[in-house]
């Protein structure tokens, strides 16, 4: 039975001396935001020099020293991750009036500077398209020329990696990458460069009382990278790990992970959240494999030959590179300890691969076309992390 290690430290990333170098095959993450007011007093915690730049009020240096403190963590990324490893980074830009001043901070362009500056090389970036239909997403005055901004409703996912391409040189880390793989209609939708099927997920905290909203991503963003960037049993970091959604998506795709968080009461229901878990990431599992079963029934009744077969499961697949894919679902979890916790997993049968039934609230698939027909659609609406 395939297992999977998980650790939580509640200590501030900038000196992850419990990680080792070269020791983390994929970071996922997503820190607090340079010149949102919501993270004012967690930047200003660690620098006091921010808090008198926002006062006087000086939105460039601010935004430079939010970042400072930012880069300490990413030079400790750069140190952990092994060669060929990846770093995804969501971020979005922030626009704020300081005095009378009206200005857009770029954050996802101080964010590579500072990566590239590090060593890493910066890859094709994912647009998370965020659109509202709030009709005061509009900024400035409205109907009248030269005054009004365009909306911002969208953020960056920065894919960026440490040195050249990773290696996979033994015959038991090729089987391990083979049965790791997606399906081709997954492929053709996650490694799009704009996003616009996901939305961002519940803010707020419920027990805790601290802060009345979390910064967090949505499960599935987190559940898409890990799966686009990693194979499984490696070990994905998440530096800002926040409510845990990082460490339930590794949890979900059969990674081991550990994350970092400087506020132990976003981490107060994290357990509880694992706990309960188990049957969620059956659903997200059920759900990958129903999909690709409309995929072939739809492309079948279109038409469209499809050549091979998955050897595990024996549901047609397209390309030779998902013959050999196969899953792993999280059946327990067991707690070792105050902040590390095992899963156990099973794989399942030929026979309930064919047999997968449409979970709740399951998207219709919409009919393909084309070489470049895709499922569209959020995959997982039914799964909540939590807040």
């Known amino acids: 039975m395939m297992k999977t290690t998980h650790k939580h430290y509640i200590l ?25 007011d919501m993270w004012d007093e967690i930047f200003c915690h660690q620098d006091g020099r921010i808090e008198k730049a926002l006062k006087k009020p000086d939105g460039t240096l601010a ?27 969501n971020i979005g830009d922030a626009t704020r009036t300081l005095g009378d001043n009206f200005a857009l901070y770029p954050n996802h362009a101080r964010i590579l500077t500072a990566a590239q500056a590090l060593g890493f090389t910066a890859l094709p970036c994912i647009l998370w398209r965020k659109q509202t239909n709030a009709p005061n997403k509009f900024m400035g005055s409205g109907m ?35 049965q790791s793989a997606l399906f081709w209609e997954e492929r053709n939708q996650w490694f799009s460069d704009i996003w616009m099927d996901l939305k961002g997920t519940r803010q ?35 530096p800002f790990l926040g409510t845990g959604t990082t460490m339930l998506a590794a949890m979900a795709a059969g990674r081991n992970s550990a994350g970092y968080e400087i506020d132990p009461s976003l981490l107060e229901n994290f357990y509880d959240k694992c706990h309960d878990s188990p049957g969620h990431f059956s659903s997200v599992i059920q759900q990958r494999i129903y999909l690709h079963n409309e995929f ?16 595990h499961y024996g549901f047609p697949v397209v390309t030779r590179q998902e013959k050999e894919l196969v899953f792993s679902i999280p ?8 902040q590390s916790m095992v899963v156990n997993y099973e794989i399942p049968s030929r026979e309930t691969a064919h047999t997968v039934t449409a979970p709740p609230n399951t998207p219709a698939v919409p009919r393909t076309s084309g070489a470049k027909s895709r499922t ?10 939590g807040p």
């Open 12 to 36: 501030n990333a900038a000196n992850m001396a419990a990680v080792a170098d070269c020791s983390i095959n994929l970071v996922v993450t997503s820190p607090p935001y340079p010149m949102i």
């Open 63 to 89: 935004f430079e020293l939010m970042h400072k403190v930012l880069d300490r963590v990413w030079k400790e990324v750069f140190r952990v991750l092994s060669p060929g490893g990846f770093a995804c980074i």
């Open 144 to 178: 009248l020329p030269a005054g009004a901004y365009v909306t911002l409703e969208h953020e960056y996912i920065l894919i960026l990696r440490k040195g050249g391409k990773r290696e996979f040189t033994s015959p038991a880390a090729k089987k391990n990458r083979r």
């Open 204 to 238: 707020a905290m419920g027990k805790q009382t601290n802060r009345n909203r979390s910064g967090a991503f949505p499960f599935e963003l987190a559940y898409r990278l890990i799966n686009m960037y990693s194979v499984k049993q490696d070990l994905v970091l998440d």
């Open 296 to 311: 072939v029934r739809q492309r079948l009744e279109a038409g469209k030959p499809i050549k091979h077969e998955n050897t």
């Open 331 to 338: 059946v327990s979890v067991e707690q070792q300890s105050d």
């Open 376 to 385: 569209d659609g959020l995959l997982f609406p039914d799964f909540d992390p």
